[in-house]
């Protein structure tokens, strides 16, 4: 195979810290090349300079033989290079077809916008992916998650692209979905492009993947064929050391009921949902994509408005109207989409830490080193790596905003907390300091609805299981009786009737 991608001794620094430290390696035409690390390794920071988004401090970069200096992400496609990032860059009010062919919009002899052929070929694009259900003429707002997924890998590929990043593209998509995509991979490495998949989804790294490269804290550690690394040893060389049992000890004995729901409804999306959550509880709620988890979590939070059922919070019926009403009630959400609703990238750490929780820290005025050492207090806590508190959340990777966005969401001092997916996209690490954090703050009290499409997620965490299947609560599953077949019974509907 030939050499399509060289690198020589790039680097990277944020305000004088270095990010990125002299990596070196040649990427074949025609091979999925893998890239794992902990949060922080440098992944996302190394695609970042690939496809022209970041200019490194130092060091150079070859393209097909060609020394090549990208300084924007313009200039990568028109030579083939093109990223799917981890995190949404789609345009919410513009259609699917618009965000497709945004900014390479393709016009008529007469020089009109040729929408009709943008149309088709969003259709023909939509089709390959297996999700011709998707309207081109949507707008990206009215998607799920999981198909604006599908729209940005559509955007990616439609333009013939030569070298081609992914970066946790299967994150939020299912398991047909996720066969679909590698069906594509497959394709593509057939026709001689070159895939870049970054995953901290290890037995998929070792399925797609014919080389994989691990970096640690920025630093180069080792490039080897797939088939010479099992998982195990993949996990130990991206952090360094044996790691111990991923999930803590669940809680014994539940406390009072702090949270009832009753016969709560929502048009068209959930239907009489009712369930209690008890004090110091992790109550897991799983379910496939579209089963209504996320918008039972909005509707709690007054995101949503239902048409019918009741809101009972330590004996006493609420009324939640807007997500205001919901964190002076004692609530707290992380979201699933941490970029779309969760943080706002172009503010700093310390900014992003206290946005929910500003009140409490003017009296009257802001004060500033109250914010300060209160982010200091959960960067120690979660293990947070930044350049400076000062950094733009833009700057992290995306491990490292998910520990923001929960240290956000506790900074109000909630009774309850929502986490909705709160380990898309981090590494095993990462994964592991926030359900020990997440156990730690069960053990202290606060009740806690866990929300999570990893089967092995909700079966290590989770005290009680609710499954959810078309807006209904359709199974409940105890500890002892979890198991990814018994949930998954209940999810396809082979349990719990409906």
């Given at each position: 195979m030939t050499?399509?991608?060289?690198?020589?001794?790039?680097?990277k620094?944020f305000?004088?810290?270095?990010?990125?430290?002299?990596?070196?390696v040649?990427?074949?035409?025609?091979?999925?090349?893998g890239?794992?690390?902990?949060?922080?390794?440098?992944?996302?920071?190394f695609?970042?300079?690939?496809?022209?988004?970041?200019?490194?401090?130092?060091?150079?970069?070859?393209?097909?033989?060609?020394?090549?200096?990208?300084?924007?992400?313009?200039?990568a496609r028109?030579?083939?290079?093109s990223?799917?990032?981890?995190e949404?860059?789609l345009v919410s009010?513009?259609?699917?077809?618009?965000n497709?062919?945004?900014?390479?919009?393709?016009?008529?002899?007469?020089?009109?916008?040729?929408?009709?052929?943008?149309m088709?070929?969003?259709?023909?694009?939509?089709?390959?992916?297996?999700?011709?259900?998707?309207?081109?003429s949507a707008?990206?707002?009215?998607?799920?998650v999981a198909?604006?997924?599908?729209?940005e890998?559509?955007?990616?590929?439609?333009?013939?692209?030569?070298?081609?990043?992914?970066?946790?593209?299967?994150?939020?998509l299912?398991?047909?979905?996720v066969?679909?995509?590698?069906?594509?991979?497959?394709?593509?490495?057939?026709?001689?492009?070159?895939?870049v998949?970054?995953?901290?989804?290890?037995?998929?790294v070792?399925?797609?993947?014919?080389?994989?490269?691990?970096?640690?804290?920025?630093?180069?550690?080792c490039l080897?064929d797939?088939?010479?690394?099992?998982?195990?040893?993949?996990?130990?060389?991206?952090?360094?050391?044996?790691?111990?049992?991923?999930?803590?000890?669940?809680?014994?004995?539940?406390?009072e009921?702090?949270?009832?729901?009753?016969n709560?409804?929502?048009?068209?999306?959930?239907?009489?949902?009712?369930?209690?959550?008890?004090?110091?509880?992790?109550?897991?709620?799983?379910?496939?994509?579209?089963?209504g988890?996320?918008?039972?979590a909005?509707?709690?939070m007054?995101?949503?408005?239902?048409k019918?059922?009741?809101?009972t919070l330590n004996?006493?019926?609420?009324q939640?109207?807007?997500?205001?009403?919901?964190?002076?009630?004692g609530?707290?959400?992380?979201?699933?989409?941490?970029?779309?609703?969760?943080i706002?990238?172009?503010?700093?750490?310390?900014?992003?830490v206290t946005?929910?929780?500003l009140?409490?820290?003017?009296?009257?005025?802001?004060?500033?080193?109250?914010?300060i050492d209160?982010?200091?207090?959960y960067?120690?806590r979660?293990s947070?790596?930044?350049?400076a508190l000062?950094?733009?959340?833009?700057?992290?990777?995306?491990?490292?905003?998910q520990k923001?966005?929960?240290?956000?969401?506790?900074?109000?001092q909630?009774?309850?907390?929502i986490?909705?997916?709160p380990?898309?996209?981090?590494?095993?690490?990462a994964?592991r300091d926030i359900y020990n954090?997440?156990?730690?703050?069960?053990?202290?009290?606060?009740?806690?609805?866990?929300?999570?499409s990893?089967?092995?997620?909700?079966?290590?965490?989770?005290d009680?299981?609710?499954?959810?299947?078309g807006?209904?609560?359709v199974?409940?599953l105890p500890?002892?009786?979890l198991?990814e077949?018994?949930?998954?019974?209940?999810a396809t509907g082979?349990?719990g009737?409906?």
């Amino acid at each position: 195979m030939t050499t399509l991608v060289k690198t020589e001794g790039i680097s990277k620094e944020f305000s004088s810290v270095r990010v990125l430290d002299n990596i070196s390696v040649e990427i074949r035409a025609g091979e999925v090349f893998g890239i794992i690390g902990e949060n922080g390794a440098g992944k996302s920071t190394f695609i970042k300079i690939l496809s022209g988004l970041y200019q490194p401090t130092a060091g150079k970069l070859w393209f097909d033989g060609q020394l090549v200096e990208m300084r924007t992400p313009a200039d990568a496609r028109k030579i083939g290079i093109s990223l799917i990032p981890q995190e949404f860059n789609l345009v919410s009010d513009l259609c699917v077809y618009e965000n497709i062919f945004l900014g390479e919009e393709l016009v008529t002899k007469r020089g009109f916008l040729d929408i009709a052929a943008m149309m088709e070929r969003t259709r023909k694009l939509l089709a390959e992916l297996d999700v011709a259900a998707i309207d081109p003429s949507a707008r990206i707002q009215s998607l799920s998650v999981a198909q604006k997924q599908m729209v940005e890998i559509a955007k990616a590929i439609a333009f013939d692209s030569r070298f081609l990043i992914m970066d946790e593209p299967t994150t939020m998509l299912t398991s047909k979905e996720v066969e679909v995509l590698f069906g594509l991979i497959e394709r593509l490495k057939t026709n001689g492009v070159t895939v870049v998949y970054i995953s901290h989804k290890l037995k998929e790294v070792k399925r797609i993947c014919d080389r994989v490269m691990v970096l640690r804290d920025g630093e180069f550690i080792c490039l080897e064929d797939i088939g010479d690394l099992s998982t195990d040893e993949m996990a130990r060389r991206m952090v360094g050391r044996e790691l111990k049992e991923i999930f803590p000890p669940k809680r014994e004995v539940p406390g009072e009921v702090v949270l009832s729901v009753r016969n709560l409804s929502v048009e068209n999306l959930l239907h009489d949902i009712s369930f209690e959550l008890h004090a110091g509880e992790v109550l897991g709620f799983a379910g496939l994509i579209g089963a209504g988890r996320t918008e039972l979590a909005e509707t709690i939070m007054g995101l949503r408005q239902p048409k019918s059922g009741s809101i009972t919070l330590n004996g006493r019926k609420i009324q939640i109207r807007r997500p205001w009403d919901a964190l002076r009630a004692g609530l707290s959400y992380l979201s699933e989409d941490r970029q779309g609703s969760g943080i706002i990238t172009s503010f700093d750490v310390v900014r992003n830490v206290t946005l929910a929780s500003l009140k409490e820290y003017a009296k009257p005025f802001i004060s500033q080193k109250a914010e300060i050492d209160k982010t200091k207090f959960y960067a120690d806590r979660f293990s947070i790596k930044v350049p400076a508190l000062s950094a733009r959340l833009e700057q992290l990777s995306g491990g490292n905003q998910q520990k923001v966005s929960l240290a956000k969401s506790i900074d109000t001092q909630p009774k309850i907390i929502i986490v909705d997916e709160p380990t898309r996209g981090i590494d095993v690490k990462a994964k592991r300091d926030i359900y020990n954090f997440v156990r730690e703050l069960a053990q202290s009290g606060l009740s806690i609805m866990f929300i999570s499409s990893e089967l092995e997620e909700i079966i290590g965490m989770a005290d009680r299981v609710l499954i959810m299947r078309g807006g209904r609560i359709v199974g409940e599953l105890p500890s002892e009786k979890l198991s990814e077949e018994e949930i998954m019974y209940f999810a396809t509907g082979i349990k719990g009737g409906l």
